[in-house]
């Protein structure tokens, strides 16, 4: 399993959470909006399909706390991963515990 980047600032403890009225897993980091991954739900699964991290948040190892947990909630709800984003398929790839839970979109 790959490390995780260590966060610049250790006492400010990101949290992600998944803002249903928008359609996006967002990453706080105090109390400033940081980056999201937006989705669409669909019968038994979530297609990722775009993530940011603001230019200001970039190398802190924010994207890869946001992509772990919103993965980790999408399987803990029972349903199939699609990642049409190519960051989340690019964390997908690096992740293979998550390989039974992904549905890769038709090219």
């Known amino acids: 399993m790959t490390e995780e980047p260590t966060l610049v600032d250790e006492a400010v403890q990101p949290e992600v959470v998944d803002n249903e009225l928008d359609d996006r ?4 980091y105090g109390d400033e909006l940081a980056g999201f991954a937006a989705y669409r739900r669909r019968a ?3 297609v990722f399909v775009h993530t940011e991290i603001e230019p200001k948040f970039e190398g802190k190892g924010l994207g890869s706390v946001l992509a772990r947990q919103a993965l980790d909630a999408t399987v803990a709800r029972g349903e199939q ?3 049409v984003c190519p960051f989340i398929a690019a964390y997908l790839r690096k992740h293979p515990e998550y390989d039974q839970h992904v549905e890769w979109p038709a090219p």
């Not at 897993?25 to 706080?28: P, S, V």
């Open 81 to 83: 991963i699609i990642p």
């Open 25 to 28: 897993f967002e990453i706080w």
């Open 44 to 46: 038994g699964g979530t």
